[in-house]
């Protein structure tokens, strides 16, 4: 993917500001925006108990400044962005927004739909001598930003002597996310039991249910799945306590210690984080 500087943003693809003829002007929604959803219950008293927080979903707003140019100069570069917030036939899920804040390379998830849109004033091609300019509202249904470049920790360890790392997360947010986190193992002879925990959270825990035999890869993804050759398996999930879904080990702001191990055999493995925000 390109590099980008402060100045840049990049939707599925498509570049906008700096060097471009698409110069974005204004952002609403990309640091810390999101929707907060909970559940609230009254008190017999006066006042509510607030149950546990969730972030929701996330709007994000591009006010965008098209270069002054001809009528078809500028309903081609229109065109250009309407594609990439419009929904397609032959491609299915997200796309990606990326952009440069304070000299991190930052990612969000959106979703064209009713909620993704273009709108450019009436009698714009009147304007054409100025600077015409345009709205782009990118729903994002994960209101979480990742950092664009994943770090990987190699891991290795065996029965009685799991393998702890050190996992930093440079954002702003508790991650609970599955895609904030993901593994790579490799089981070696006799391994069995395989877990991946929090040391300072020991109640936030990964520990894959089903044997596996020397050689096998076992693949966590962001969709959850364990996968060994392409076959699922069984694995018990614990998240942070109180977090009303099921959630993944919560990379906290800062360094986390994270344990690595298995009940028996050996193991080899990676580790992959995004920082959060």
């Not at 060994?228 to 942070?240: C, F, H, S, Y």
Request: aromatic fraction near 4%.
């Amino acid at each position: 993917m390109a590099e980008l500087n402060e100045l840049q943003w990049e939707v599925d693809g498509l570049m906008l500001g700096d060097g471009t003829d698409l110069i974005v002007t204004g952002t609403d929604g990309l640091e810390g925006d999101a929707t907060i959803a909970g559940d609230v219950t009254d008190r017999a008293a006066d006042g509510v108990v607030a149950g546990p927080q969730r972030l929701r979903d996330r709007l994000v707003t591009l006010t965008i400044g098209l270069r002054p140019g001809t009528v078809a100069d500028i309903e081609a570069a229109l065109d250009d962005l309407r594609a990439k917030l419009a929904p397609q036939a032959d491609r299915t899920g997200t796309r990606l927004l990326r952009w440069r804040h304070r000299g991190v390379t930052k990612r969000l998830h959106y979703l064209p739909s009713a909620g993704s849109s273009l709108s450019v004033p009436g009698g714009w091609q009147e304007l054409v001598a100025d600077h015409v300019t345009a709205t782009a509202r990118l729903w994002c249904p994960d209101p979480v930003a990742y950092a664009d470049t994943p770090t990987a920790t190699a891991v290795s360890g065996s029965s009685g002597s799991p393998d702890v790392v050190s996992l930093v997360n440079d954002g702003t947010l508790t991650a609970i996310s599955a895609g904030a986190f993901t593994w790579t193992l490799t089981a070696g002879s006799g391994c069995s039991g395989l877990f991946v925990e929090l040391v300072d959270h020991p109640g936030e825990r990964w520990h894959l249910v089903e044997a596996v035999t020397s050689g096998d890869v076992v693949a966590v993804d962001e969709r959850r799945v364990t996968t060994n050759d392409g076959v699922r398996r069984n694995a018990t999930v614990k998240g942070p306590a109180g977090c009303p879904v099921a959630t993944w080990p919560a990379l906290r702001p800062g360094a986390n210690d994270v344990r690595v191990g298995c009940t028996a055999g050996s193991f080899t493995g990676t580790l992959t984080h995004r920082s959060t925000w």
